[in-house]
């Protein structure tokens, strides 16, 4: 009821991390692209193969903060079952994702007061491109409730079967096909660009690909060196189309890995991917890093160590855009604030900071690996359980129908219909 929001609201309120100024409104009225880099984990970022080749040369070289692109090394996927619904839902919403099943098809109908309908009440066109069947994982649904005015699925692709494998299209005539739509849209836009083929069991056909797969008796492991490859070439394309386009210096772009591609299932390959005896619980926990890329026009990058997770980007993003989330229901703060909360909540009850992980109830030191008094992880874990807590009754409670932060204006969900646009 309302009395459990104002808990809440005076929770998050006081957690605010208040924006830097160095970053603070630096890409005020820019456009903004998401794009989410299918089952891509951080392990990958400067890995080089036994013969030293380098898997993602271009993600690699932006690391170093070519193209004014911040890189977060410390940053972690939350997910849950949900899988990319889940990333997709904290990167718009800041709140966490269910700990039983994916919050997209259970709460598709909820109140938000997520990223599109913010920006599209400030004048932005908000749209959404994925590459499969806008009813997967309930997107049709969920995207109107979140504010997306427009959803490009698979009906706007070329879904030949040179162009897809598995769920849908691969990610360079993705990308190619992209383009067109992207440009035609209205300035400024808030955009995501749902990748796809880096998809478990992560197979290629033969002639998208001359990379050699990696040799560590594990066919799904060995795949998936050469299917992160193929990303990182359909990113380069992707960014030097954006810079003939005229887009590129008045565009964020926001890239992140959703969740892990490598399950734990695959850890005897891993341990010999990462030339350890074993992978053990606390390396496992560290594997759940995945990429976060943030081109900002004009603000200088390089990679930052700064911990994180994916609940953090919309406080981040709204800071760069100038917008203040004080008054927003979200868990997350702003990764380049000096006050950003450097912890970690995980659905599973482990939890992360920049000094400790808590893993299966162990602590661990994050420096040294070794196992710490366990007393040490408490205040922590109290925190990141709270935060789930309050997250959790939030959603199931739909509480933001009786809460109007000053000048949010709802979506209009019944005016939003994906079945008028043809292609
Ligand atoms: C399906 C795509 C992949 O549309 O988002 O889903 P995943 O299995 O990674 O959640
Ligand atoms: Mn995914």
């Known amino acids: 009821d309302s009395s459990d929001i104002n808990d809440i609201q005076n929770f998050t309120k006081s957690n605010f991390a208040a924006p830097n100024p160095e970053y603070y409104a630096k890409a005020k009225g820019m456009n903004v692209i998401y794009i989410s880099l299918e089952s891509l984990q951080s392990f990958i970022i400067n890995y080089k193969m036994p013969d030293g080749t380098e898997v993602t040369p271009f993600l690699n070289k932006l690391a170093t903060g070519v193209d004014n692109t911040t890189y977060f090394k410390n940053f972690f996927h939350q997910t849950g079952s949900g899988k990319t619904s889940d990333a997709e839902f904290m990167m718009e919403n800041s709140l966490f994702p269910l700990s039983q099943g994916p919050v997209f098809q259970m709460k598709g109908f909820n109140a938000y007061q997520a990223a599109p309908a913010m920006m599209n009440q400030r004048g932005y066109e908000t749209a959404a491109f994925h590459g499969n069947v806008k009813s997967f994982w309930n997107r049709d649904q969920m995207y109107k409730s979140l504010g997306y005015e427009r959803f490009f699925d698979s009906k706007y692709y070329d879904m030949s079967a040179e162009n ?121 926990a560290q594997l759940q890093r995945v990429p976060l890329f943030i081109h900002i026009p004009k603000v200088a990058g390089g990679t930052v160590s700064t911990y994180g997770g994916e609940v953090d980007v919309r406080p981040t993003l709204m800071s760069l855009l100038g917008i203040n989330t004080k008054n927003y229901i979200q868990f997350g703060t702003d990764l380049f604030s000096k006050q950003h909360h450097q912890i970690i909540p995980f659905r599973n009850g482990d939890v992360i900071t920049n000094k400790y992980s808590i893993v299966g109830g162990d602590v661990y030191d994050n420096s040294s690996g070794q196992k710490v008094e366990a007393s040490l992880g408490k205040p922590y874990e109290d925190v990141a359980k709270k935060m789930l807590d309050y997250s959790d009754k939030v959603i199931y409670g739909d509480l933001l129908r009786f809460y109007h932060p000053k000048g949010f204006v709802p979506p209009d969900v019944s005016k939003i219909n994906y079945n008028t646009d043809q292609k």
């Open 164 to 284: 897809t494998k598995n769920y849908g299209m691969k990610d360079k005539p993705f990308l190619k096909e992209t383009m067109p739509y992207l440009t035609n849209l209205k300035q400024p836009f808030y955009s995501k660009l749902i990748l796809l083929s880096n998809h478990f069991p992560f197979g290629m056909d033969k002639e998208d690909t001359t990379f050699k797969p990696g040799d560590f008796g594990d066919s799904v492991v060995n795949n998936y060196f050469q299917s992160a490859n193929y990303m990182d070439q359909a990113i380069e394309q992707f960014f030097t189309d954006l810079k003939k386009s005229g887009l590129f210096d008045k565009t964020v772009i926001v890239m992140y890995g959703d969740h892990y591609g490598l399950s734990e299932n695959h850890n005897d390959a891993m341990a010999k991917v990462l030339g350890k005896d074993q992978i053990t619980p606390f390396d496992n």
